[in-house]
């Protein structure tokens, strides 16, 4: 969220000049803790806000911006296919039950792909991550016995597998793969082009239907059409394992965590200002399509206008 | 008024000047007897005790529902689980808390102490030899330069040496430490431990190492600074009795700064038990077991809390912070035990120094 931010702020602060925005590159956890107690305006986060919080915290709302998705990512130089993966068999590579890549569980989803002997080391964050929380909703969503509905947050108590490797953030998750063969790892979209670059497989996943897809905008938007006719008025909704054929099982929208009450009338206004911005011009190619994220459907970018004409000062 | 005027205050007590004035003479007065010195000086000693006594009291107050609830399974259990986050919040003893939570610190506590361990282990008897061959051995000038480089390493922030050691030491270690070792080790029971899957990098040993770095300059400067202290004579002494330098300076030198040695290490102890973010950097974070080897991926009390606070924010009841504050405190009495048992150290270890090193 942070990079689409630096980009919004910069573009913003240009074209209206007596407003200033500054951005904090924080956590999740920190942005709606912060959010909540009013240290900062807006709060970004991967995650929708839990049902506790939001009893805690009446005046906050979570506002869908865009919707982005995650990634599989892999280091194997020999193997040119996009690799199939659904959730049963991540989760067993990440509960440590599959350990090399030519496992038989690996084979029977790649017919026809020579994989090697290598050992498997699985990557995951170290921190408490929005990416971490989308990923392990879809092991659970695909296989609830593999991956208990208990083992779902943005921190995970990881099961050990052997040789596991902890990675600070997304960019230590693309190094860390880079340097590791053999590895595997959960990414966001928005580095493609750095995982690119380093040379690492990208995977097809499994969607509900058993279909597998990579995180195509047209996958993504498939997906996002199975679930946006459904999205609450409060905007709180998984957008894990679609149900649409051809859509893409991890994505996910991006939050903005406000308080519904600002501290005066001109905070609120600057900042319903701002963020309509960001519904607009904020949403279209020139800012989204570096990071890959996808602008919100209509209905759902009406869903976000009403959340935030109801901002006051 | 005349324009010298008295610094000392009349029996009327400066009565007729301004307020000013007369908080002016009086400060100048309390300075020249001495009295505000003794307040700041009173001041100062207090502050320090006080600060403790805040950060622990602080500490209680906000781990106490975690303490109610956690019991001694935080000692004893395994799993570090914040629970689901997402699931209806439930009640033990009366104190809120997400379903499903677990909170097993003993991968934490036993990651540190055993961290601080190999750290200090290797850590001593390197900066020991360091300190008796800059002061004893090395000619002056290259002395002056080899000091220059132990005190440069002592200045290199945590979080480069973190780096370095993630993406560059943490890979050799896996790749060529870890595996000549546990190859090289006899089968025999009691060396288990330094056999098996070697790992990733990030583990045990790797945090030892990084730790055991950035320590000796602390220990090896102050050991440094403590050698050069001991009086030419005994050591003269000792030579002329027929000793090698090896039993001079077992005899006579180190007997001689015994105690504060001690003491340096304890302060090279105290920042192997807090360093945050070198470790963080290549433990492994592994919140759910403590490690099978010596290569095996672990974590540790500050690494766990520097790197797992941001979700423990997400947590509505409040119970995760709560529950890290515990850790903290953990973390706090471990260092202040330390302490003591160093100070008891100390006492035994100037006990027992031969005569000739108490001095002639």
Redesign the interface.
Known sequence: MFPLFGAWQTAYNKTVTNVNITTAG?????G??DAAAGVVTMGGSD?YL????M???HNLLNIPLAVSAAMISYNLPGVKANLKFNGTVLAKIYSGKITTWNDPAIKALNPGVALPSTKI?TLHR???SGTTFIFVSYLSAQDPTDWP??Q????V????A?????E?GNGGMV?GCA??KGCIAYIGTSYLTQTTAAHLGEGELANKAGKFELPTPASIQAALASFSGSTPANETQSLINTSAPTGYGIINYEYVIVNKKQSSAAVASALKAFLNWTLTTGSTATFLAPVNFQPLPASVKALSQTQISSISG | MSAAAPDVVGPDGGAGLPLSRRLGRALRARVRNGDLIRWLGRAGAVIPTLALAFILGTLIVKAWPAIRVNGWHFFTGS????????G??VKTNGIAH???V?YGALPEIVGTLETSAIALLIAVPVSIGAALVIVERLPRRLAVVVGMFLEMLAGIPSVIIGLWGG?TFG?FIANHIAPFIASHVPNVPGLDFLRG?T??G?GLLTSGLILAIMIIPIIAATARDLIRQVPLLPREGAVALGMSDWECARRVTLPWVGSGIVGASVLGLGRALGETIAV??VC??????VATNLYG?MTTIAATIV????????D??GFALSSFAELGLVLMVITLLVNVAARLLVRRVSGTALPVGRGL
Do not use: H, R
């Open positions: 924080t956590g999740s956890g920190t709606i803790a995650a839990s049902s506790a919080e009893a805690q915290n080391v170290s921190d408490s509905v208990g779902v947050g943005t921190t108590s990881w099961p050990s052997p040789g596991a490797l902890a600070l190094s340097a590791t | 799993a570090f689980n914040e629970g689901s986050f997402y209806a919040t997400p379903p499903g677990s993406f890979p899957p790992g990733s990030q963080a950097m492994g974070i592994n919140l759910t077991t991926a790197t797992q606070l941001d979700g423990a924010f997400q509505a009841t």
